[in-house]
């Protein structure tokens, strides 16, 4: 399965392509991010968006895509321009008929470290560790936006009737988000 992650942001937006094996191993793609400058218009800055956001589309043909899902902080500002890079990143996927899963920090955190509440260096080690990096991705809205795609790829889309998870890969989810919740952390675990 191969999943491009987006972490949504006027200025920088993060993106990240990840090819998932059943057994829960990731490889590399690409990373990058798509940048705006605050001088342009926020009409603008969004098209220079989308239009990245569709060439990154068009060019690794994903099969699915994953968005961080936003959640109001106190900077409406800042909230509201993440919430309009998200919007054309979904407008993108949906154009071409890619499914989008939107999460949450605290579920990409679990997946990738094992911890909701880990800090973002936390996440940027585990990214290079989990795609065998030399270092970092750099900026760390790539790496956030890798964080994001291998969750998703992790996480299980169909459950047995019985709500349990059909793969190896669903079943190490489902474990991992079960562990961290019982640890007191959020994330996703099946209803």
């Given at each position: 399965m191969r999943v491009l992650g987006v972490d949504p942001g006027l200025t920088r937006c993060g993106l990240g392509v990840v090819d998932a094996a059943s057994s829960r191993g990731v490889t590399l793609v690409a990373f990058g991010i798509a940048t705006t400058p605050d001088s342009e218009s926020v009409d603008r800055r969004l098209l220079a968006i989308?239009?990245?956001?569709?060439?990154?589309?068009?060019?690794?043909?994903?099969?699915?895509?994953?968005?961080?899902?936003v959640f109001a902080r106190r900077d409406v500002g800042?909230?509201?321009?993440?919430?309009?890079?998200?919007?054309?990143?979904?407008?993108?996927?949906?154009?071409?008929?890619?499914?989008?899963?939107?999460?949450?920090?605290?579920?990409?955190?679990?997946?990738?470290?094992?911890?909701?509440?880990?800090?973002?260096?936390?996440?940027?080690?585990?990214?290079?560790?989990?795609?065998?990096?030399?270092?970092?991705?750099?900026?760390?809205?790539?790496?956030d936006a890798l964080a994001l795609a291998i969750c998703h790829a992790w996480r299980p889309s169909t459950l047995t009737p019985q709500g349990e998870a059909a793969t190896p890969a669903q079943k190490a989810w489902v474990e991992a988000s079960r562990a961290a919740a019982k640890r007191g952390r959020r994330g996703w675990v099946p209803a």
């Amino acid at each position: 399965m191969r999943v491009l992650g987006v972490d949504p942001g006027l200025t920088r937006c993060g993106l990240g392509v990840v090819d998932a094996a059943s057994s829960r191993g990731v490889t590399l793609v690409a990373f990058g991010i798509a940048t705006t400058p605050d001088s342009e218009s926020v009409d603008r800055r969004l098209l220079a968006i989308a239009q990245t956001v569709g060439e990154w589309l068009d060019r690794y043909m994903p099969d699915a895509v994953a968005i961080e899902r936003v959640f109001a902080r106190r900077d409406v500002g800042t909230v509201s321009g993440t919430m309009q890079a998200s919007g054309v990143a979904m407008v993108e996927a949906a154009r071409r008929g890619i499914d989008v899963g939107l999460h949450t920090p605290t579920e990409v955190k679990a997946a990738v470290t094992g911890s909701g509440n880990a800090a973002k260096d936390q996440v940027g080690r585990m990214v290079t560790r989990l795609l065998s990096l030399s270092e970092p991705p750099r900026p760390a809205d790539a790496a956030d936006a890798l964080a994001l795609a291998i969750c998703h790829a992790w996480r299980p889309s169909t459950l047995t009737p019985q709500g349990e998870a059909a793969t190896p890969a669903q079943k190490a989810w489902v474990e991992a988000s079960r562990a961290a919740a019982k640890r007191g952390r959020r994330g996703w675990v099946p209803a």
